[in-house]
């Protein structure tokens, strides 16, 4: 059974930084990151192919955040810079099964398996 485990989440004041972990047990996957805040639906953050070759960032969060992997250790990593208090929420990382590393998705439905989720707390 695949597992992703997040880490790194915590409390912040706003223009702070944290960087979020994501273990993946088995092999490595084409990875997301999402995040959902209180009353809203959940969001597309970032995405990194299975190769780590191709990256996408939502609007929101580019120049800030940076999405990175080690496919040595199965992680993905979130490095989040300048973290405003609109950037509360949990966040979840996703992993999707592909045979080739060159693409990354946006849509969470392309994803087969999800982590428990960490909070993040960006104080003003």
């Known amino acids: 059974q695949v597992q992703l485990v997040e880490s790194g989440g915590g409390l912040v004041q706003a223009g702070g930084s944290l960087r979020l972990s994501c273990a993946a047990s088995g092999r490595n996957y084409a990875m997301g990151w999402f995040r959902q805040a209180p009353g809203k639906e959940r969001e597309f953050v970032a995405a990194?192919?299975?190769?780590?070759?191709?990256?996408y960032y939502a609007d929101s969060v580019k120049g800030r955040f940076t999405i990175s992997r080690d496919n040595a250790k199965n992680t993905v990593y979130l490095q989040m810079n300048s973290l405003k208090p609109e950037d509360t929420a949990v966040y979840y990382c996703a992993g999707r099964d592909v045979t080739y590393g060159s693409s990354v998705y946006v849509d969470d439905r392309a994803y087969d398996y999800w982590g428990q989720g960490t909070q993040v707390t960006v104080s003003s």
């Open positions: 990194i192919s299975r190769s780590g070759g191709s990256k």
